[in-house]
């Protein structure tokens, strides 16, 4: 795809968004492209599902409102950057912590913020239950999402000891929500945070069941959570009792 292409989805999808967004996100493209080539970064091969399922989707939340005003954002388990970075492009004011526990994918996405020159990020090798205890990290985001991460018991966990009281966790989610949303509500519950409606997200020209769920923080999640790194996948917080 060129940048043309690029720029026509997102005029389709209505995504607002700063000038140069179209060629910023080429460039990701081109970089994503070759990097795959040599290491994991993403299972989706075409352009334009690759646009669509990873640009795009990451950027229908500034049609929702979710972000709002918000002035931080931590993306936990950015993977290959979405929807932190992608985010990041979009809005140059917001401050956006990209936070992964694999080196080399940080490699990747600190090559394409200088590529692209994008400046408001800061990039975290931690995995997501240690870096939630450093003094810095911890309940100082106004938003801490993830896409594609966990069921949203264990997400919660992920998140909410990083947003400050009245701030929000945004989890993106598909069809297997509702599932999710009894065990997520318990364990959300134990950490501070209240579930909010989720907010349909689509993207123009694909039947994809694209959901985000806010989940709003209440109170300070209590110093004994997150538990240590792998417990809150294996015994998920909205399994107990």
Same mark, same amino acid.
């Given at each position: 795809?060129?940048?043309?292409d690029?720029?026509?989805?997102?005029?389709?999808?209505?995504?607002?968004? =700063?000038?140069? #967004?179209?060629?910023? #996100?080429?460039?990701?493209?081109?970089?994503?492209? /070759?990097?795959?080539?040599?290491?994991? #970064?993403?299972a989706?091969?075409e352009?334009e599902?690759?646009?669509?399922?990873?640009?795009?989707?990451?950027?229908?939340?500034?049609?929702?409102?979710?972000?709002?005003?918000a002035s &931080?954002?931590?993306?936990?388990g950015? %993977? =290959?950057?979405?929807? %932190?970075?992608?985010?990041?492009?979009?809005? @140059?004011?917001?401050?956006?912590?990209?936070?992964?526990a694999?080196?080399?994918?940080?490699?990747?996405?600190?090559?394409?913020? /200088?590529?692209?020159?994008?400046?408001?990020?800061?990039?975290?090798h931690?995995?997501?239950?240690?870096?939630?205890?450093r003094? /810095?990290?911890?309940?100082?985001?106004?938003?801490?999402? =993830?896409?594609?991460?966990?069921?949203?018991?264990?997400? &919660?966990?992920?998140?909410?000891?990083?947003?400050r009281?009245?701030?929000?966790?945004?989890?993106?989610?598909?069809?297997?929500?509702?599932?999710?949303?009894?065990?997520?509500?318990?364990?959300?519950?134990?950490?501070?945070?209240?579930?909010?409606?989720?907010?349909?997200?689509s993207?123009?020209?694909?039947?994809w /069941?694209?959901?985000?769920? @806010?989940?709003?923080?209440?109170? &300070?999640?209590p110093?004994?959570?997150?538990?240590?790194?792998?417990t809150?996948k294996?015994?998920p917080?909205?399994?107990?009792?």
């Open positions: 795809m060129n940048i043309k690029i720029a026509d989805r997102l005029d389709e999808n209505g995504i607002p968004a =700063a000038p140069g #967004l179209a060629e910023k #996100l080429h460039i990701y493209l081109e970089l994503l492209r /070759e990097w795959n080539s040599r290491m994991d #970064l993403t989706v091969l352009d599902e690759t646009v669509d399922r990873h640009f795009i989707d990451s950027l229908t939340v500034l049609k929702t409102g979710l972000i709002g005003d &931080s954002l931590i993306d936990v950015t %993977g =290959a950057g979405f929807p %932190g970075l992608v985010l990041a492009m979009a809005n @140059p004011e917001l401050r956006v912590t990209l936070l992964d694999q080196q080399k994918r940080l490699d990747f996405i600190q090559a394409v913020c /200088e590529a692209t020159g994008t400046a408001n990020t800061v990039i975290v931690a995995r997501a239950e240690d870096g939630a205890r003094k /810095e990290l911890r309940e100082q985001f106004d938003i801490a999402a =993830a896409r594609a991460l966990a069921p949203v018991d264990v997400l &919660s966990e992920y998140l909410l000891p990083y947003v009281i009245g701030g929000c966790a945004l989890c993106w989610k598909g069809p297997a929500l509702k599932d999710e949303l009894a065990s997520g509500r318990r364990a959300a519950h134990l950490l501070g945070g209240s579930l909010e409606m989720p907010v349909r997200c993207v123009a020209g694909r039947e /069941e694209h959901l985000i769920l @806010p989940i709003r923080k209440v109170q &300070s999640t110093k004994q959570y997150p538990r240590k790194a792998g809150p294996q015994k917080l909205g399994n107990a009792g």
